[in-house]
Every structure is written in structure tokens, then in C-alpha cells.
């Protein structure tokens, strides 16, 4: 069964996983110096901070496969929704061993589809299989919403908002 996923950059992380853990009542799963992770199972959730980016806020969405068929499923599925791709494959980021490839909607949000192979020590590291290969493109910090293409705009007009 999938997960949805959410990672945010936050400030101050103790405050930070003070807070979601009364949210969520429950302590994270994992916690590191600059990372916490939960995994919520009710409902489904995959909730991811860190002090690693340019701003506080939501970094991306995202949903997480628990097999190599999940994932190929909703690799489909971005395709099918007429939307870029940049396929990773196997990577390291967020502590953590995967396989993903990334999408961005077309309001410039970024999607991780992704499935967790193992647990690291370290934030990102790189595998020393692709030491050799050209380098993954990932954002300024090494990992998470990478600069993927963009979706095709659906050309829909929009008005402006009326106030009050």
C-alpha cells in the first residue's frame, strides 16, 4: 500500500518535532542533527523535516511504493498525466537508499516517487557505483526537489480572486 509523503524545511528543529509530535501524537521515527522523520500509519503518512534548504515551507509532496511494482505503477501514471520526468533510479537522500524519479505539477510543485531499499548514516551520499557517472541532478543542498522539468500548462484562464 503507497504512502503519501511531505517534506518541509523548517528553522528550528526541536521546536519543530515538539510540535508534530503532539500533532501527530507521536514521537518520530527517526531523528538526526538536522532530520526527523514519521511514519504515520493512520492516515498513511510520510512526514519528513529538516533544516536543509533555502526557506522554511513545504519542499515537496510526494508518495512513497512499498515495491518496485507500486513504484512502476505510479511512474504510468505520471506519464499518463502528460507530465516530465526525471528519473533518478537508484539514489541516496534523506538517510535513506531509493529508487525515485521526480515530476513537477504544473503550479511548479514538486513530486517524489519513490521506494525505500535501506536506511544510510549520512543525509546524501553518493553511491559508488555512479561515483563514476556523470552527477545526479539534484537542488543546492544534494537532494530532494531537484529542479525537474516542468508540466505541460493546461491553458485554463483564471480570474482574479474577489476580495471579501
Given amino acids: 500500500m503507497k504512502r503519501f509523503h511531505v517534506h518541509a524545511h523548517v528553522e528550528d528543529l526541536p521546536a519543530s518535532i515538539a510540535f508534530y509530535s503532539k ?23 510520510n512526514f519528513a523535516i529538516s533544516t536543509r534548504g533555502s526557506k522554511p515551507g513545504i519542499d ?11 513504484l512502476a505503477e505510479l511512474r504510468g501514471r ?8 526525471l528519473d533518478e533510479g537508484q539514489t541516496s537522500c534523506c ?11 504544473p503550479q ?3 513530486w517524489e516517487h519513490f521506494q525505500t531499499l535501506d536506511n544510510i548514516p549520512v543525509f546524501s551520499e553518493k553511491p559508488a557505483a555512479a561515483a563514476a557517472d556523470a552527477p545526479v541532478a539534484t537542488n543546492a543542498t544534494g537532494c530532494c526537489a ?19
Fill in 108 to 110: 511548479g510543485i514538486a
Fill in 78 to 85: 505520471a506519464r499518463a498525466a502528460d507530465l516530465a520526468l
Fill in 60 to 70: 515537496h509532496l510526494g508518495i512513497q511504493a512499498d515495491s518496485a511494482e507500486e
Fill in 146 to 164: 531537484p529542479a525537474a522539468p516542468r508540466g505541460k500548462p493546461i491553458g485554463i484562464a483564471v480570474k482574479p480572486a474577489s476580495c471579501c
Fill in 23 to 45: 500533532m501527530f501524537a507521536a514521537a518520530p521515527t527517526r531523528v538526526e542533527s538536522d532530520y526527523a522523520k514519521w511514519m504515520i500509519d493512520d492516515p498513511r503518512v
Fill in 95 to 105: 538517510y535513506a537508499r531509493s529508487e525515485k524519479h521526480w515530476l513537477t505539477d
